[in-house]
Each structure stands twice: as structure tokens, then as C-alpha cells.
């Protein structure tokens, strides 16, 4: 999607053209999702190695929806007084 568009295109024919190469691509990031998914999925077995955490990265761009969340924390209160 980062591509170089044609420089003699018009306002219409780039929206075209930028439709046609996002349907072109879908199916590529779709394949790319499913198998960073696969590979991060070996987090569960107890694996977590460089190509887990890249997996990881990869679908926090591709999917940051559901992979690019930050982890909240909040102070509990342990005794009462």
C-alpha cells in the first residue's frame, strides 16, 4: 500500500487506483494475520522467542485493534485500616 502511485493520475482515477490495490492486497495481509497468528499462538506452549515477539509486532500494525492494547494496572489496597 506504500507503493508509488502513477504521477498523471486524477483525483478520481487515484481513488480508483488505490481501491484496486487494496483489494489486490487483502488477500496477502490476510495470509501474513493468519500465519503471524499461528507462530504467536506458540506463546502458549511456553515458547516465546524472537520470532514470537516479532509476530507480536507485526500484528500490532496489521491488527492493533486487538494486538496493539497497552496492559492497565491499578494499585490495590491489601489492608484496610
Do not use: C
Amino acid at each position: 500500500m506504500a507503493s508509488e502511485r502513477p504521477k498523471n493520475l486524477s483525483k478520481d482515477e487515484r481513488e480508483q487506483y488505490d481501491s484496486l490495490l487494496e483489494e489486490q492486497v487483502y488477500p496477502f495481509e490476510e495470509q501474513a494475520i493468519s500465519l503471524h497468528e499461528a507462530n504467536a499462538a506458540r506463546a502458549k506452549d511456553g515458547l516465546y522467542d524472537e520470532w514470537v515477539k516479532k509476530s507480536y509486532s507485526v500484528l500490532a500494525e496489521l491488527k492493533p485493534a486487538r494486538y496493539a492494547k497497552s496492559e492497565l494496572s491499578q494499585d490495590v489496597v491489601t489492608t484496610l485500616k
